[in-house]
C-alpha cells in the first residue's frame, strides 16, 4: 500500500535551518510528483512547493523562494524539504503529499499524504 | 495567485442533517477543484476531485458540484465522523492555494 513516512518532531531556534524528510513506498517513487504543503497551529493549509522525484525539478511558492529547498534521494524513495532562516512564524505542521493526476483529463489532487512533521521554532 | 474562499467558516450541525459548504475562486479554475477532510491531529484526507469525482473509498453521502469559480460540497445525511474541518483547494495554477476551511460541529 502507498504510504509516505515523515521524520520526526523538530525544534529550532530562530535563524537556524530545518530538513524534514518524507520517505515513499508502495508506488513506482519517480512517478508521482510530491507537494510540500504547511499548518500553522489553529489555522489552514498553505502549499509550498512541488518536486519531481523524476528528474528533481522544483518550483516554490514565491513568499518561500530563497528560503526552501526540496531534493530527492531516488536509492531510497525519500523527498526532503530544508527550510532555512527560521522564524517563529514558521513554527508548524509540514506535510508531504503525493500529486495524482488523471492522465485522460489533466485534473490533479493529492491523493496520499505524510502524517506530518511538527517544526517547532522558539528560542 | 489564485484566492480561494470558503463559506461558511464554521457550521453547527446534527447528525442526519444534509449540509452544504460552498467554494469561490477568485478567478475561473475550470473544474480543477478538489475537497478534502481533516480530522483534529490528522492529515487531510482527499474526498473529491474534478470538482465531482469521490475520491475511492468515500462515502457516497458526499458529493460535488461546480466549474468556473463557484463549487460546492453537500453531505446529505450526516453521520458522527463527518464532524471535521473540509478544505477546498484549486489545482489549476501553482500555487496550488487552499480555502480557509469549514469546521463543521456537532450542534
Known amino acids: 500500500q502507498v504510504q509516505l513516512v515523515q521524520s520526526g518532531a523538530e525544534v529550532k531556534k530562530p535563524g537556524a535551518s530545518v530538513k524534514v524528510s518524507c520517505k515513499a513506498s508502495g508506488y513506482t517513487f519517480t512517478s508521482y510528483y510530491i507537494h510540500w504543503v504547511r499548518q500553522a497551529p489553529g489555522q489552514g493549509l498553505e502549499w509550498m512547493g512541488i518536486l519531481n522525484p523524476s528528474g528533481g525539478s522544483t518550483s516554490y511558492a514565491q513568499r518561500f523562494q530563497g528560503r526552501v529547498t526540496m531534493t530527492r534521494d531516488t536509492s531510497t524513495s525519500t523527498v526532503y524539504m530544508e527550510l532555512s532562516s527560521l522564524r517563529s512564524e514558521d513554527t508548524a505542521v509540514y506535510y508531504c503529499a503525493r500529486l495524482l493526476s488523471d492522465l485522460l483529463t489533466g485534473y490533479h489532487s493529492f491523493d496520499y499524504w505524510g502524517q506530518g512533521t511538527l517544526v517547532t521554532v522558539s528560542s | ?107
Not at chain 2, 9 to 15: N, P, T
Not at chain 2, 23 to 30: D, F
Not at chain 2, 68 to 82: H, K, Y
Open chain 2, 1 to 107: 495567485d489564485i484566492q480561494m474562499t470558503q463559506s461558511p467558516s464554521s457550521l453547527s450541525a446534527s447528525v442526519g442533517d444534509r449540509v452544504t459548504i460552498t467554494c469561490r475562486a477568485s478567478q475561473s479554475i475550470s473544474s480543477f477543484l478538489n475537497w478534502y477532510q481533516q480530522r483534529p491531529g490528522k492529515a487531510p484526507k482527499l474526498l473529491i476531485y474534478a470538482p465531482s469525482t469521490l475520491q475511492s473509498g468515500v462515502p457516497s453521502r458526499f458529493s460535488g458540484s461546480g466549474s468556473g469559480t463557484d463549487f460546492t460540497l453537500t453531505i446529505s445525511s450526516l453521520q458522527p465522523e463527518d464532524f471535521a474541518t473540509y478544505y477546498c483547494q484549486q489545482s489549476y495554477s501553482t500555487p496550488y492555494t487552499f480555502g480557509q476551511g469549514t469546521k463543521l460541529e456537532i450542534k
